[in-house]
C-alpha cells in the first residue's frame, strides 16, 4: 500500500492519530469547545463522533509535512485523500476512491466535508 510506496522515496508516513474511541472524539470535542468558545467554531477542528471518520477508522492525521506533501500526490492511488483543505494534515480513506484512483474535492468547510456514508 501506501506505507510501502513512500518508504523508497523516503517518506514514513507517521501517523498522529487514526481511529478514536467515541469517547476519546466526544472529549476532543469538549476541549476544542473550551478552547474556540462555540460549537460551530470547535466543528472546524473537531467534529462530533457521528461525523467524524476517525470514529470509523477511517481517518488519519500525519505527523509531518513532507508525509502530508507526498499523500498529496500518490495517496489517490490507495484511496487516501485529502478532504478536509484547512486541515493539511487529515487524510481518509474509502474504497470507492481507491477503485477509481481518484480523490474528491477538498472540503473548503465543515458543511462541505465527505459525509460518513460517502463512497462505500
Known amino acids: ?14 501517523v498522529s492519530s487514526g481511529w478514536r474511541w467515541v469517547d476519546e472524539q ?15 467554531e ?5 467534529f462530533p463522533p457521528e461525523r467524524s471518520m476517525h470514529v470509523r477508522g ?14 498529496l500526490v500518490h495517496g ?3 484511496g487516501i485523500c485529502h478532504t478536509l483543505s484547512w486541515e493539511w494534515w487529515h487524510f481518509e480513506w474509502r ?5 477509481a484512483a481518484s480523490c474528491p474535492p477538498e472540503a473548503r468547510t ?11
Open 76 to 78: 489517490h492511488r490507495f
Open 42 to 46: 470547535a466543528t472546524r477542528w473537531v
Open 1 to 14: 500500500g501506501a506505507l510501502q510506496a513512500a518508504g523508497p522515496e523516503g517518506h514514513a508516513i507517521p
Open 26 to 40: 466526544n472529549r476532543l470535542l469538549t476541549e476544542a469547545i473550551e478552547k474556540h468558545g462555540s460549537v460551530e
Open 110 to 120: 465543515p458543511e462541505e466535508a465527505p459525509p460518513p456514508d460517502a463512497g462505500w
Open 58 to 71: 477511517l481517518a488519519i492525521d500525519v505527523g509531518d509535512g513532507p508525509s502530508a506533501d507526498w499523500l
Open 95 to 99: 474504497q470507492s476512491w481507491q477503485d
